[in-house]
């Protein structure tokens, strides 16, 4: 337990310096890093404002943000084999082409694009270690400075995922025409009244989202991908790739194995495709209502893609051991028959680190978090929680900062 408080302790003597809260460091701990991009259809109805929900929706906050500057793929046509779980050629294409695994590499090292030059600061604060002495152990190339690079290479670099979202709209829009045409209708009439047609144009657009969005629908086929960091790779990396000062030779090297870097299929899942209800949105603000199907379709999908592939699954915090709390909700699957087992962080002599179970809890039937977009203004049951409460199933002495990740099997 020593070496577990330690590692705690020594995560949040590194964040005091960014002026964090008790609960800030909490919420500080080793997580999985994603990228997340869209195939926007350019041929379908809504295809803009589908797009710029997209862009508005944040990376979900039990993951680093790993995104890179394309977030969107464009399509004139339907993805094909979109609704196949093998692998999808189309999106594999412009990963590869786009060399979208050495670019999440350099990020990883903060890589400068025209000199080379890399950093370790994202490690470091990533894998919550401490910085003088990481420093120290590179420089001294000792085994345990080797040890901590192994280890963040498996806990960190190594759990970097890319989920592409295929975004498709569903019309289900029968009985929500009334409202399209009362906007259209007071579209008219203030163009009417100020002479300008912008209005009736506007009037028009909101009209004819609002159509459509009464019964508004998507169907989202998430395709999740894994960084292949291997022991050799990174080797490779560090000794021949890693630039400091303008090292013309490494970052040339860097650039003609951009191509040895791969991302490997896990697998994909599909949204459900069900109508998200129009509670909580304002009839002058119809393009929430895309946010909000959009947004719960993905998380919904995140939480599929976590319970059928073990490897993505996610960690998080226990906010207190009396009563058992944690930030995770609803928007993360959570329910009635979850069930979640608890693990102590032990930072080892050489600076890895592990993951022991010391036991079991289950969520409390009434009070759970629906944290889901916009539940609370919708009123949801939970909605107005701020985390969710748990009872023991097995084990004891459970710890303020212990993760818990879902037992899925």
């Known amino acids: 337990m020593k070496k577990t408080i330690l590692t705690l302790v020594m995560g949040a003597a590194v964040l005091a310096s960014y002026g964090q809260t008790p609960d800030d460091d909490i919420m500080n701990y080793r997580r999985s890093s994603l990228y997340s991009l869209m195939v926007n259809h350019t041929d379908q109805q809504f295809a803009s404002e589908i797009k710029e929900a997209f862009l508005q929706i944040p990376i979900p906050d039990k993951f680093n943000n790993h995104d890179l500057s394309v977030k969107v793929l464009n399509l004139d046509k339907k993805l094909e084999g979109a609704n196949s779980n093998k692998e999808n050629p189309v999106i594999t294409e412009f990963l590869n082409n786009n060399k979208v695994a050495s670019r999440l590499v350099a990020r990883w090292f903060n890589r400068d694009s025209y000199t080379g030059d890399c950093d370790m600061e994202t490690v470091k604060e990533r894998g919550l270690y401490n910085a003088t002495e990481f420093d120290k152990q590179l420089a001294r190339h000792s085994a345990r400075g080797m040890a901590?690079?192994?280890?963040a290479g498996e806990d960190l670099i190594g759990n970097t995922f890319v989920v592409?979202?295929?975004?498709?709209?569903?019309d289900k829009s029968k009985g929500s025409k009334v409202v399209g045409s009362i906007f259209k209708v007071l579209g008219q009439v203030a163009a009417a009244y100020t002479g300008?047609?912008?209005y009736k144009s506007i009037g028009d657009n909101l009209g004819d989202i609002a159509e459509s969005l009464k019964g508004f629908s998507v169907k989202i086929n998430t395709f999740l991908y894994r960084l292949d960091w291997n022991p050799e790779?990174?080797?490779?990396f560090y000794q021949d790739q890693y630039g400091v000062d303008a090292d013309v030779v490494k970052k040339e090297n860097f650039e003609r194995a951009r191509s040895n870097y791969r991302l490997k299929y896990i697998g994909k899942v599909e949204s459900k495709g069900g109508t998200t209800s129009f509670m909580g949105i304002k009839e002058d603000e119809p393009i929430m209502m895309v946010r909000k199907a959009c947004q719960r379709a993905i998380d919904e999908n995140v939480v599929d893609l976590q319970r059928s592939y073990e490897e993505f699954r996610t960690k998080t915090p226990l906010l207190s051991a009396e009563p058992l709390t944690a930030y995770i909700g609803m928007k993360e699957g959570v329910n009635a028959k979850s069930k979640y087992e608890v693990l102590e962080v032990v930072e080892m002599e050489d600076g890895s680190h592990k993951y022991n179970k010391v036991g079991e809890i289950q969520p409390i039937v009434?009070?759970?978090w629906d944290n889901r977009f916009m539940a609370a203004e919708e009123g949801a049951v939970g909605g107005n929680l701020s985390y969710t409460t748990f009872k023991a199933i097995s084990g004891k002495n459970f710890a303020k900062g212990m993760l818990i990740r879902e037992i899925t099997k």
């Open 148 to 151: 901590m690079l192994q280890d």
């Open 164 to 170: 592409v979202n295929d975004i498709r709209y569903i």
């Open 196 to 198: 300008s047609d912008s």
């Open 233 to 236: 790779q990174a080797k490779l």
């Open 366 to 368: 009434g009070q759970i």
